[in-house]
């Protein structure tokens, strides 16, 4: 069976710091991996998706980037965090079209 | 775009009351997308409740049921007598025509009292 782990598991940053988030999954070889978005009291949305490694599709733009530099690893990345990056993160492993499972997620706060 | 709307939380229930919670969807990049049910109980992961990709048809896991309307654009959850147990956030989701793309609802937080 499949595990997603993402690290960490809360972030506490400054406004204008950097920001990596990771994600990995074990158990599935050449996985599509997402990454989704929830600002408190939000809709859960979409950010990415990587469908093979070195290649990433934005979906929603919100001054974040990702990158995919393993099969099995994911990157959620800023060089300066709003106020606005504040929220829950969650990294997905979807075969496409299929429902997918989801990690325990990520909760970051920026001040 | 493709959206989804469902019912505004919080909900409250009693024990062994039913429930509905509401979704309706828009979809104009595909005229038969997945439609999706997730549901986050406290303390635990999302995940899948239940999925339907054929229109007309009903997806049931424990205890919920989902039917896919297209007359409708409608994807409500129903549960006949909801327990304790079944407090959690749902959410409803629609794949669109490209289908590494999900669109979720705001989630619906259910709580079941004793």
């Known amino acids: 069976a499949q595990t997603i782990h993402q690290w960490p598991v809360a972030e506490i940053k400054a406004v204008g710091s950097p920001l990596s988030l990771g994600c990995t999954i074990k158990?599935?070889?050449?996985?599509?991996l997402y990454w989704y978005w929830q600002a408190t009291g939000g809709t859960l949305q979409q950010l990415f998706y990587s469908i093979t490694v070195g290649q990433v599709e934005s979906v929603v733009q919100l001054n974040l980037s990702a990158s995919r530099p393993k099969d099995d690893q994911f990157i959620l990345s800023t060089e300066k965090l709003l106020l606005s990056h504040s929220g829950f993160y969650l990294c997905?492993?979807?075969?496409?079209?299929?429902?997918?499972?989801f990690g325990p997620g990520t909760r970051l706060t920026v001040l | 775009g493709d959206s989804v709307t469902q019912t505004e939380g919080p909900v409250t229930v009693s024990e062994s009351e039913s429930l509905i919670i509401n979704c309706t969807y828009s979809?104009?990049?595909?005229?038969?997308?997945?439609l999706f049910w997730y549901v986050r109980y406290p303390g635990e992961g999302l995940q899948l409740l239940l999925k339907?990709?054929?229109?007309?048809q009903k997806g049931s896991s424990r205890g919920f049921e989902a039917t896919y309307n297209k007359e409708t654009t409608s994807f409500h959850l129903q549960k006949a007598s909801v327990q304790e147990s079944d407090s959690a956030v749902y959410y409803c989701a629609l794949g669109g025509s490209n289908y590494n793309v999900l669109y979720f609802g705001s989630g619906t937080k259910l709580t079941v009292e004793p």
């Open positions: 997905a492993w979807r075969p496409t079209g299929g429902a997918g499972y």
């Open positions: 339907v990709i054929t229109a007309g």
């Open positions: 979809a104009t990049s595909i005229a038969y997308p997945n």
């Open positions: 158990g599935k070889s050449s996985p599509n």
